[in-house]
């Protein structure tokens, strides 16, 4: 089933019928999102097509689906990279969105810190318009608030993953 369109960002047939039945009311959805370091620690990221920042690869969760597979879908999907997750480095909700037709969503986000094992980093779909790996210390400066945040924590987990995904803010 293909995905419809909200603007820039492409809507799962999932949420479109879950859409449906409660209009624009607020729906709770699983995301993910990929920290992938290649062997060099270079970031994997890509440009949004919605707002033109740089951000991590992340993604919606179809129904049933195991979190690493979607994951490691969603970064094959967007950027022809195939990944291998390591750990969940870092689980938090988003603030409530507001779509530009009014629908509203909220995410529960499970960020997991990946390794590279194969692919050229490529545009693999139209969410993103360029991807590229970065080296850690010198990403763009117009990456998304998000994306660093969950990128710090993620960073912090690989290096002492005994407080695990879950510490306070």
């Given at each position: 089933?293909?995905?419809?369109?909200?603007?820039?960002?492409?809507?799962?047939?999932?949420?479109?019928?879950?859409?449906?039945?409660?209009?624009?009311?607020?729906?709770?959805?699983?995301?993910?999102?990929?920290?992938?370091?290649?062997?060099?620690?270079r970031?994997?990221?890509?440009?949004?097509?919605?707002?033109?920042?740089w951000?991590?690869?992340?993604?919606?969760?179809?129904?049933?689906?195991?979190?690493?597979?979607?994951?490691?879908?969603?970064?094959?999907?967007?950027?022809?990279?195939?990944?291998?997750?390591?750990?969940?480095?870092?689980?938090?909700?988003?603030?409530?969105?507001?779509?530009?037709?009014?629908?509203?969503?909220?995410?529960?986000?499970?960020?997991?810190?990946?390794?590279?094992?194969?692919?050229e980093?490529?545009?693999?779909?139209?969410?993103?318009?360029?991807?590229?790996?970065?080296?850690?210390?010198?990403l763009?400066?117009?990456?998304?608030?998000?994306?660093?945040?969950?990128?710090?924590?993620?960073?912090?987990?690989?290096e002492?993953?005994?407080?695990g995904?879950?510490?306070?803010?």
């Amino acid at each position: 089933m293909q995905a419809t369109r909200l603007g820039a960002v492409p809507v799962p047939p999932f949420v479109a019928h879950l859409r449906s039945h409660i209009g624009h009311d607020l729906l709770w959805l699983p995301g993910v999102t990929g920290v992938v370091l290649d062997d060099d620690d270079r970031l994997l990221l890509g440009r949004r097509a919605d707002n033109g920042l740089w951000a991590l690869v992340s993604g919606i969760l179809e129904p049933g689906e195991e979190p690493a597979v979607g994951l490691v879908r969603e970064v094959e999907e967007e950027t022809g990279v195939v990944a291998e997750v390591v750990a969940l480095a870092h689980l938090s909700s988003t603030h409530r969105v507001t779509y530009p037709n009014g629908d509203e969503s909220q995410y529960l986000d499970l960020t997991f810190l990946c390794r590279y094992v194969d692919g050229e980093a490529r545009v693999g779909d139209d969410e993103s318009t360029e991807v590229g790996w970065f080296p850690l210390g010198a990403l763009p400066d117009d990456v998304t608030a998000t994306s660093r945040e969950r990128l710090a924590r993620t960073l912090a987990f690989r290096e002492d993953p005994a407080r695990g995904p879950f510490f306070a803010r």
